[in-house]
């Protein structure tokens, strides 16, 4: 590993031009936004699950701009946990599409409507 | 003192043997179902004996002996421990419970040995043994309170034990209500003995009602109140007007059972009651007088419906009401001991009439109305010289135990009181009259059944014996109090003095020797003596010289014959006045109304508004998971809005 990389978050950046945390925050919501409208929107299984990753990041993107505002590593731990949570969930959730997918020979969920009754 | 000290074995006896014969007697032989339930009995009669042996062997200053054994209730101020006590009232009814249930089990295996319900009978006949010996060794009230609604449990199975009959099963019902009445009073009684003693303990209670001053009449005072809730307690258990009306139906029990529940034993438990709560009593003359004047009247008014009924088991059980009336005259009057000494003796001859009724019933085959009775002396001699004794007792002939007892409740009401004395003479001559006209139509005259068909035969040896000793005790019970008569001493009021040391001014005690001759002469010829063979001359002169004017007199005086044949129509009474207004309103306002409207309303109302708007939001599941979805956001947009809104 070179010297001069940083293997340490400098909780107290202080060089170069400053982006704001509000940028930061502004992306995230418009990422989550995305996520939303297309889970919502879309119909294929495959792009719904898609626009939950979406989502999850944008939240994680919201921790890791909160962690450096306010110079706490809780947000970043935090990160970790929802990005090993969605690497579970992404296995478990595909092997439900793939089931779906397999029993229905569709992944459109408007098929995917049994809950009801 | 091996009894003395354990006393608790009293009541264990009978009731390992009915809890034996209840969880195990179906598994077993009848004849071991036989041994548990005697065994039990008799030993709890020779621990009674031995009790006896031991408690003449202690120093006066040690009576009452009371044990505690183990706190049963203890709550903030409050305590009442399982303890048991014993003097000389308790020794009497000890021996009384004990003997007597001891000799009417022996006769039951005879009477109820082709009953499919044996193990049930002698079960539950052992589990009422173990509550009223409960209920007379308890030391405080609350104990009491325990045995006095066992017993009526007992008393309830009992009288419904052929329950497939719809009149014993309503017959008990009839018995268990009439007797919440009368223990909702004796509770009641028992909490204001606690408000104003702040405990239930014999020990402590009469005492400290002894020392409080006499209530005067027209002077509404605690002790009043208290004495007169135990007394409607009493008038329920042991069937004083207004509540007597379950004990005749409750002749619908096996014979047996009528003779030790429903003459010896439970029904003169309010009398004990009475009896043991003497002190309060005697400080609360108004109580004294209602007692009185209530025993009396009973006295009188059941002795005339027993004049006219048929039903062999029915004259006793009217009987029975008039002689428990009398016991409560004489407690009223002040003679305590009078009314146990009357408790006493008949127990001993009421319940050898029941045992001898029992055996008529068993010779004829199940036949209960005298009418189809008759001409029975020859057939069954023991059974019929038995019953005899019983009833030369009852009827008061000078030598025979109910001679003495009622003699003495006489003289001590004729002291108190004119009227009363004048009412019970006249009891004591209906009383020889209805029970003479029994023995006639039932033992004289010519068969009035059919011979072909009914079998008469004497009752096997295990029913006579019983038969026999109660009536050695029916004639020879009272001597203990005979030399009373020839100026010597009462032994049995004797006995019984330092119980009712308190009642020493009570008008019996002691009454000085006034010339013992003239007072045996007295007693001999008295009123009650005289009236007794004008009730026996009138039984004989209808029932045996001319059976025909019993017939006539009931035409001549048809609307009176049918007063006292409708037992005066209390039953009717109480059904249109009580028993119909309360069927109706539970019927058409508490069931209709409260229950199905109200109760069952609101339970079902529940139920459907959850179901119609479940209904109604079922229609947001549509089951499509973008629906969902949106749904989710929206409830975090709004969420997420009212808690900006809130913060902020």
Same mark, same amino acid.
């Given at each position: 590993m070179k010297?001069?990389?940083?293997?340490?978050?400098?909780?107290?950046f202080s060089?170069g *031009?400053?982006v704001?945390?509000?940028?930061?925050l502004?992306?995230? /919501?418009? +990422?989550? &936004?995305?996520?939303v @409208?297309? #889970? %919502?929107f879309?119909?294929?299984i495959?792009?719904i699950?898609?626009s939950?990753?979406?989502?999850?990041?944008a *939240?994680?993107?919201?921790f890791?701009?909160?962690?450096?505002?306010? /110079?706490? +590593?809780? &947000?970043?731990?935090f @990160?970790? #946990? %929802?990005?090993?949570?969605?690497?579970?969930?992404?296995?478990?959730?595909?092997?439900i599409?793939?089931?779906?997918?397999?029993?229905?020979?569709?992944?459109?969920?408007?098929?995917?409507d049994?809950l009801?009754? | 003192m091996?009894v003395?000290?354990?006393?608790?074995?009293?009541?264990?006896?009978?009731?390992?043997?009915?809890?034996?014969?209840?969880?195990?007697?179906?598994r077993?032989k009848?004849?071991?179902v036989?041994t548990v339930?005697?065994?039990?009995?008799t030993?709890?009669?020779v621990?009674a004996v031995?009790l006896v042996r031991?408690?003449v062997?202690?120093?006066t200053?040690?009576?009452?002996?009371?044990k505690s054994y183990?706190p049963?209730?203890?709550?903030?101020?409050?305590?009442?421990?399982f303890s048991l006590?014993?003097?000389q009232?308790?020794?009497t009814m000890?021996?009384?419970?004990?003997?007597?249930g001891?000799?009417i089990?022996?006769?039951s295996?005879a009477?109820?040995r082709?009953?499919?319900?044996?193990r049930r009978?002698?079960?539950?006949?052992?589990?009422f043994m173990?509550?009223?010996l409960?209920?007379?060794?308890?030391?405080?009230?609350?104990?009491?309170?325990?045995?006095?609604?066992?017993?009526?449990?007992?008393?309830?199975?009992?009288?419904g034990?052929?329950?497939?009959?719809?009149?014993?099963?309503?017959?008990?019902?009839?018995?268990?209500?009439?007797?919440?009445i009368g223990?909702?009073g004796?509770?009641l009684?028992?909490?204001?003995?606690?408000?104003?003693?702040?405990t239930l303990?014999?020990?402590?209670v009469?005492?400290?009602?002894?020392?409080m001053?006499?209530?005067p009449a027209?002077?509404?005072g605690?002790?009043?109140?208290?004495?007169?809730?135990?007394?409607?307690?009493?008038a329920?258990?042991?069937?004083q007007?207004p509540?007597y009306v379950?004990?005749?139906?409750?002749?619908e029990?096996p014979?047996?059972?009528?003779?030790?529940i429903?003459?010896?034993?439970?029904?003169?438990?309010g009398v004990?009651?009475?009896?043991?709560?003497?002190?309060?009593?005697l400080?609360?003359?108004?109580?004294m007088?209602?007692v009185?004047?209530i025993?009396?009247?009973?006295?009188?008014?059941?002795a005339?419906?027993?004049?006219?009924?048929?039903?062999?088991?029915?004259?006793?059980?009217?009987?029975?009401?008039?002689?428990?009336?009398?016991?409560?005259l004489a407690?009223?009057?002040g003679?305590?001991?009078?009314?146990?000494?009357?408790?006493?003796?008949h127990?001993?001859?009421?319940?050898?009439?029941?045992?001898?009724?029992?055996?008529?019933?068993?010779?004829?085959?199940g036949?209960?109305d005298?009418r189809?009775?008759?001409?029975?002396?020859?057939?069954?001699?023991w059974?019929?010289w038995?019953?005899l004794?019983?009833?030369l007792?009852?009827?008061?002939t000078?030598?025979?135990?109910?001679f003495f007892s009622?003699d003495?409740?006489?003289l001590?009401?004729?002291r108190?009181s004119t009227p009363l004395?004048?009412?019970?003479?006249l009891?004591?001559?209906?009383?020889?009259?209805?029970?003479?006209?029994?023995?006639?139509?039932?033992?004289?005259?010519?068969?009035?059944?059919?011979?072909?068909?009914?079998?008469?035969?004497?009752s096997?040896?295990?029913m006579l014996v019983?038969l026999?000793v109660?009536?050695?005790?029916a004639?020879?019970?009272g001597?203990?109090?005979a030399?009373?008569?020839?100026g010597?001493?009462?032994?049995f009021?004797?006995?019984?003095?330092?119980v009712f040391s308190t009642?020493?001014?009570?008008?019996?005690?002691?009454?000085e020797?006034?010339?013992g001759?003239t007072?045996?002469?007295?007693?001999?010829?008295g009123?009650p003596?005289?009236a007794?063979?004008?009730?026996?001359f009138?039984?004989?002169?209808?029932?045996?010289?001319?059976?025909?004017?019993?017939?006539?007199?009931?035409?001549?005086?048809?609307?009176?014959?049918?007063?006292l044949s409708?037992?005066y129509?209390?039953?009717?009474?109480?059904a249109?006045?009580?028993?119909?207004p309360?069927?109706?309103i539970?019927?058409?306002?508490?069931?209709?109304?409260?229950?199905?409207?109200a109760i069952?309303?609101?339970?079902?109302?529940?139920?459907?508004v959850?179901?119609?708007?479940g209904?109604?939001l079922?229609?947001?599941?549509t089951?499509n998971?973008?629906?969902?979805?949106?749904?989710?956001?929206?409830?975090?947009?709004?969420?997420?809005s009212?808690?900006l809104?809130?913060?902020g």
């Amino acid at each position: 590993m070179k010297r001069g990389v940083r293997l340490d978050v400098d909780l107290n950046f202080s060089g170069g *031009v400053v982006v704001p945390t509000s940028y930061y925050l502004l992306l995230s /919501g418009v +990422l989550f &936004g995305l996520g939303v @409208v297309a #889970f %919502v929107f879309k119909r294929n299984i495959i792009t719904i699950f898609m626009s939950i990753e979406l989502m999850l990041n944008a *939240v994680n993107l919201a921790f890791v701009a909160f962690s450096r505002a306010l /110079g706490q +590593l809780q &947000g970043q731990v935090f @990160v970790f #946990f %929802v990005i090993v949570v969605a690497a579970a969930e992404a296995a478990v959730g595909l092997a439900i599409i793939i089931v779906i997918s397999r029993n229905r020979g569709t992944l459109n969920v408007e098929r995917v409507d049994s809950l009801k009754h | 003192m091996p009894v003395l000290t354990y006393l608790w074995i009293l009541p264990l006896l009978p009731l390992l043997g009915a809890a034996a014969n209840g969880i195990f007697g179906g598994r077993w032989k009848k004849s071991i179902v036989t041994t548990v339930a005697l065994s039990s009995t008799t030993l709890a009669f020779v621990a009674a004996v031995e009790l006896v042996r031991e408690f003449v062997a202690l120093p006066t200053d040690q009576i009452p002996w009371t044990k505690s054994y183990f706190p049963w209730i203890s709550a903030g101020g409050f305590r009442a421990d399982f303890s048991l006590q014993v003097d000389q009232l308790t020794v009497t009814m000890l021996l009384v419970v004990t003997g007597v249930g001891w000799l009417i089990h022996i006769y039951s295996t005879a009477y109820m040995r082709d009953d499919p319900g044996y193990r049930r009978f002698f079960s539950y006949l052992n589990l009422f043994m173990f509550f009223m010996l409960l209920l007379v060794l308890a030391a405080n009230y609350l104990l009491m309170f325990v045995g006095w609604e066992g017993v009526g449990l007992c008393s309830y199975l009992l009288i419904g034990f052929f329950f497939l009959k719809h009149s014993a099963t309503n017959a008990g019902n009839k018995a268990f209500w009439v007797n919440r009445i009368g223990d909702f009073g004796f509770i009641l009684g028992v909490l204001l003995i606690l408000r104003t003693f702040g405990t239930l303990d014999f020990a402590t209670v009469l005492p400290r009602a002894a020392a409080m001053p006499v209530e005067p009449a027209g002077q509404w005072g605690v002790l009043t109140t208290i004495a007169l809730l135990l007394f409607v307690g009493a008038a329920g258990k042991s069937a004083q007007l207004p509540l007597y009306v379950w004990l005749p139906d409750a002749m619908e029990g096996p014979t047996p059972v009528s003779a030790l529940i429903h003459a010896a034993t439970m029904v003169t438990a309010g009398v004990y009651m009475v009896a043991r709560s003497h002190v309060i009593f005697l400080n609360a003359p108004v109580a004294m007088q209602v007692v009185a004047v209530i025993g009396c009247l009973t006295a009188l008014f059941a002795a005339t419906i027993g004049l006219v009924q048929t039903d062999i088991k029915k004259v006793l059980a009217y009987s029975t009401v008039s002689q428990l009336g009398y016991m409560f005259l004489a407690c009223g009057v002040g003679a305590f001991s009078a009314g146990v000494f009357h408790l006493m003796t008949h127990a001993f001859f009421k319940g050898l009439l029941f045992l001898a009724a029992g055996s008529v019933i068993h010779a004829m085959g199940g036949e209960q109305d005298m009418r189809k009775m008759g001409g029975l002396r020859e057939k069954i001699p023991w059974t019929f010289w038995t019953m005899l004794m019983a009833t030369l007792a009852i009827a008061g002939t000078p030598g025979f135990s109910g001679f003495f007892s009622k003699d003495e409740i006489l003289l001590a009401t004729q002291r108190a009181s004119t009227p009363l004395w004048a009412l019970g003479v006249l009891t004591a001559g209906l009383t020889s009259f209805y029970m003479f006209r029994l023995l006639f139509l039932t033992f004289c005259g010519a068969p009035r059944f059919d011979q072909r068909h009914v079998h008469v035969h004497e009752s096997p040896r295990s029913m006579l014996v019983p038969l026999v000793v109660l009536a050695v005790l029916a004639v020879g019970g009272g001597w203990v109090a005979a030399p009373h008569l020839w100026g010597g001493v009462n032994y049995f009021e004797q006995y019984l003095a330092p119980v009712f040391s308190t009642a020493a001014e009570a008008p019996t005690a002691a009454a000085e020797p006034s010339g013992g001759a003239t007072e045996l002469l007295q007693a001999l010829l008295g009123a009650p003596v005289i009236a007794g063979l004008v009730g026996f001359f009138f039984a004989w002169w209808f029932y045996v010289r001319s059976p025909q004017t019993p017939k006539k007199l009931a035409a001549s005086f048809a609307p009176l014959y049918k007063l006292l044949s409708g037992k005066y129509f209390v039953d009717e009474l109480y059904a249109a006045v009580i028993v119909r207004p309360l069927v109706w309103i539970s019927d058409k306002v508490l069931w209709h109304v409260v229950d199905e409207g109200a109760i069952d309303g609101t339970v079902n109302g529940v139920a459907r508004v959850s179901r119609e708007s479940g209904d109604r939001l079922r229609q947001a599941s549509t089951g499509n998971i973008r629906t969902y979805a949106a749904w989710v956001l929206v409830g975090v947009v709004v969420f997420t809005s009212l808690l900006l809104w809130m913060v902020g």
